[in-house]
């Protein structure tokens, strides 16, 4: 696998809980189990939301398994896919899988600037990875800033995040928040649905974000 390496420094402890053992696990168990039964979100609504929103030239920050990647529509036969992503686990499992598209991959810590001698995409991914930073929605708002510059004018940037503030939640999610967070596997417990759009709408001329379950879906344009 030919990784482009623009950054070593990992943003957030729970990055090492991404083993090649545990990513095994992760389709069936947190896209599967967690989604359907915790979170109250289903993955099945996750990849309809992503046919809505994915172009033929796409990139994907926070790649997982490259489950939805996999089983979504992209409209054409070869589309320009890049991924992205700090965990070199991830990366492997996401671009063996996704072999069929040739993707480039970047590994790079998506919190810092880097400039990325790539041309600008269409529509960019960015499901399940803003829970899992470090930092309130203020501090975690350095990811739209940075990918801005790699997102078409009126292109679109879709993805979903699990909030902790405001959202009801079942004591069974309660109990998931409180784990995840004690280990850091997520660090959201200052997310909330208002501040995820404050910083979507100073970066964004058109913001749209709804809520199913823990989980809010958002995009955006240009």
């Not at 696990?25 to 947190?30: E, G, K, N, Q």
């Amino acid at each position: 696998m030919k990784i482009s390496i623009t950054s070593s420094r990992s943003p957030w402890s729970g990055h090492s809980w991404f083993t090649k053992a545990f990513l095994w696990t992760y389709d069936w168990f947190a896209l599967g189990f967690c989604c359907q039964f915790v979170w109250q979100c289903p993955s099945s609504y996750i990849l309809k939301f992503y046919n809505e929103h994915i172009s033929a030239n796409h990139l994907d920050i926070g790649v997982g398994t490259g489950f939805f990647l996999d089983k979504c529509r992209f409209h054409v036969q070869l589309p320009s896919l890049v991924l992205l992503d700090l965990n070199p686990n991830m990366l492997e499992k996401a671009q063996k899988r996704l072999n069929r598209y040739h993707p480039q991959v970047y590994q790079m810590n998506i919190m810092e600037s880097h400039p990325l001698s790539i041309p600008a995409f269409d529509s960019i991914g960015l499901s399940y990875i803003l829970h899992c930073l470090p930092g309130t929605m203020a501090t975690k708002e350095a990811v739209f800033q940075n990918i801005v510059p790699l997102l078409k004018p009126g292109g679109t940037v879709f993805g979903t995040t699990f909030l902790y503030k405001g959202v009801k939640r079942s004591p069974l999610a309660t109990c998931a928040f409180w784990f995840t967070n004690l280990f850091r596997f997520m660090e959201n417990k200052e997310d909330s649905l208002d501040a995820l759009e404050q910083s979507l709408k100073k970066h964004f001329s058109e913001v749209y974000i709804e809520r199913r379950g823990c989980a809010a879906l958002f995009w955006a344009r240009r």
